[in-house]
């Protein structure tokens, strides 16, 4: 199999389930779109669809924290299947099996508050804090 990293939004909330095991398995997809130029803007190109699959703990912690729309990064591997719909036509899903899941805080915003001036550490020390 082929080890990938994604870096997109997750398109709904994670749908947790159980094996007969009791193994969690947390299945979500991603949306990762590249960037293409338009003369001199850059706009989203066309989207790619990943369905991931995150096993046991990862899978938990996944289904907690990953929200619809969130940026997110999976690191895992990657197999393509082929199937075909019910009209006959034949379609490629790429489905990854994630090793690791995470959130992206790139474009994220912070409702930190502004440290004061005359304290650029945020805090105080008596010396820098390295």
Known sequence: MTQVTLIGNAVGEP???FTKAGDAAASFTVAVNERVK???QW?????????VTAWRKLGEQSAELIKKGDRVMVAGKLKAKTYTTKE????????VTADE???S???QKTNNAAKPAD???GETFDEPPF
């Open 105 to 107: 805080i790139r474009f």
């Open 43 to 51: 706009a989203d190109g066309e989207a790619t669809f990943y369905r």
């Open 38 to 40: 338009q003369g001199d």
């Open 101 to 103: 899941v995470g959130k």
């Open 15 to 17: 749908n947790l389930a």
């Open 119 to 121: 304290d650029p550490w």
């Open 88 to 95: 006959g036509q034949e379609k490629l899903s790429l489905e």
